[in-house]
């Protein structure tokens, strides 16, 4: 697996899919599309400087609060891909998540959007601006979309 990339647009990371995630008609499983998706939202932290210890020292956590996966195109074993991530930011205590597979051919495997927020782990609530959370703990806010 290379290194994971940032520009303009999106964040990608590439994945392998690798034999063992698929199902017994050699297609992806479901569940794992979404295990792509979360890894390159950590990824993507990782990328702006932000790593997972260091949230959960500063009594912080991301949370997914809702998800919509959109099957386009099915992916097998040895097929390789890209999986952006873009974070959508608001005023609000949420933000938004969007997510593309994509195929090396530039084949759209899937497509995922969704609403996170970032929890106070102590409080058990949100944060009222998770932008301004992840920028104070992130090396290069850039990255998050957040300037």
């Known amino acids: 697996m290379s290194e994971a990339q940032a520009d303009s647009e999106s964040f990608t990371v590439p994945v392998t899919v690798r034999g063992y995630e698929t199902d017994t008609q050699g297609h992806l499983n479901q569940a794992v599309y979404l295990q792509y998706g979360e890894h390159a939202?950590?990824?993507?932290?990782?990328?702006?400087?932000?790593?997972?210890?260091?949230?959960?020292?500063?009594?912080?956590?991301?949370?997914?609060?809702?998800?919509?996966?959109?099957?386009?195109?099915?992916?097998?074993?040895?097929?390789?891909?890209?999986?952006?991530?873009?974070?959508?930011?608001?005023?609000r205590k949420?933000?938004?998540?969007?997510?593309?597979?994509?195929?090396?051919?530039?084949?759209?495997?899937?497509?995922?959007?969704?609403?996170?927020?970032?929890?106070?782990?102590?409080?058990?609530?949100?944060?009222?601006d998770p932008g301004a959370a992840l920028r104070e703990l992130a090396t290069d806010p850039k990255v998050l979309g957040l300037e």
């Open 94 to 128: 949420v933000f938004g998540v969007h997510q593309v597979i994509r195929k090396t051919d530039g084949t759209l495997a899937a497509e995922m959007t969704g609403v996170g927020g970032i929890m106070d782990l102590r409080a058990r609530r949100l944060v009222a």
């Open 41 to 91: 939202r950590w990824s993507l932290l990782k990328a702006a400087g932000i790593e997972q210890a260091e949230l959960v020292a500063s009594g912080v956590g991301p949370v997914v609060l809702e998800q919509t996966l959109r099957y386009k195109h099915e992916l097998r074993a040895g097929d390789e891909v890209t999986v952006s991530c873009v974070f959508e930011w608001s005023d």
